[in-house]
């Protein structure tokens, strides 16, 4: 697929990967609709230097309804919707056998349903147009677990199934869908952690540092671009699930 005009949703993006993804995009020559449950200040767009390419909508995608609000509108904005990135995530870290069941839900209901939420109405635009790309972001958890994470890394486990069930059913319609595995990347969730705990987590990261969210960001155009991928996960992670 050709980005440049292409319409492209970036749910979850006024920080972090998100937004690393939407400015990706933007590079790229495409129309970007940024996303967040809280309203995103301006300022942010002091990034994106043409106006008529860029656009805000707050929603929460956890609500059905403002999913679908969202998605309307990001059509209506710019006429079609061709690239949806699902990025919109939160964590909710305990233990399991101190965990609630609305601390387990939570992500679930965010990172999971959320994404469906937004899924089921950008589909029905695609199908029409018998084109489109969906990108969802994962994590490397779900492929090899984490402590005090076991509903994050349920529902991002989830989403590699929810991939690749939807890539055979769209790929009828000429509309692909993959994953994106994310490894430790240097966002708040990393800059958080101790200087001592980031040290020992680079130990176990083969090309021993890191990642920025511009590595993720790459991925999913290049995912966008290629016409013949379909129903993959892709893990931008230093090595770390190799090791």
């Not at 992500?107 to 029409?128: C, D, H, R, S, W």
């Not at 430790?184 to 969210?213: A, H, R």
Request: with cysteine.
């Amino acid at each position: 697929m050709e980005i440049k005009d292409k319409v492209v949703l970036v749910t979850g993006s006024s920080r972090g990967i998100g937004l690393a993804v939407a400015k990706a995009f933007y590079q790229a020559g495409a129309k970007v609709i940024l996303n967040s449950r809280h309203q995103i200040d301006d300022s942010i767009l002091k990034d994106f230097s043409d106006s008529e390419r860029i656009a805000i909508i707050s929603g929460d995608v956890a609500d059905a309804q403002q999913a679908a609000d969202l998605v309307q509108q990001a059509a209506d904005k710019f006429g079609s919707l061709d690239i949806l990135v699902n990025n919109a995530g939160i964590t909710r870290d305990m233990l399991a056998n101190r965990m609630s069941l609305a601390d387990f839900k939570a992500p679930i209901e965010t990172n999971l349903i959320g994404t469906f939420n937004v899924t089921q109405p950008a589909l029905k635009l695609m199908y029409k147009q018998r084109a489109g790309v969906i990108i969802n972001l994962s994590s490397v958890v779900a492929l090899i677990g984490n402590i005090g994470q076991i509903n994050y890394a349920s529902s991002k486990a989830a989403l590699i199934g929810f991939t690749k069930s939807l890539a055979r059913e769209a790929s009828r319609r000429h509309v692909r869908c993959n994953a994106i595995a994310p490894g430790m990347i240097d966002t708040d969730m990393v800059s958080v952690l101790s200087e001592k705990n980031q040290d020992n987590l680079k130990k176990q990261i083969p090309l021993g540092d890191f990642g920025k969210p511009e590595d993720v960001a790459k991925t999913a155009v290049f995912l966008a671009e290629n016409d013949y991928i379909t129903g993959q996960v892709l893990t931008v992670d230093g090595g770390l699930t190799m090791a």
